[in-house]
């Protein structure tokens, strides 16, 4: 089994001038550095106090797992002479918050739309959104369902 190391530097940039010294008094405010990679703004999600103009950690976890499961995809496809010409993915999760402020990502479902080059690709396409999301990293590494409801179509 081969390990894999990954960095990355969060920093809190929304000290306002008195810390934390209250809860409406900083910003939740923050960077995402990774070595020779753009910078990511952060915050909260907005109803947690945050900018609403800076991506928070449930739309970033929301977009890894979209992501790693296309790139999957896209190499299952590649293997399976299956040629895909477009893909594009309106996921989207749902998060239950507990009264006392806990919370957890009750799904998450990926809605790609994805057009391949010929209608007897279609079938194998459709099929092929199993095999990536056992092969998905993130989906492997979250204790909550990740489902697909894929649309494929051929050609123009």
Known sequence: MKEHQYKATVEWTGNLGSGTDHYKNYERSHQVSIKDKVIIQGSSDPAFRGDPN???????????????????YLHF????????????????ATMMEEESGRGFFKEVVLSPSIRVQQPEMIAKAIALHQKANEYCFIANSVNFPVRHLPQVSAGE
């Open 54 to 72: 800076k991506h928070n950690p449930e739309d970033l976890l929301l977009a890894s797992l979209s992501s790693c499961h296309m790139l999957w």
């Open 77 to 92: 496809c590649s293997v399976n002479n299956v040629i895909v010409e477009s893909y594009i993915d309106h996921a989207t």
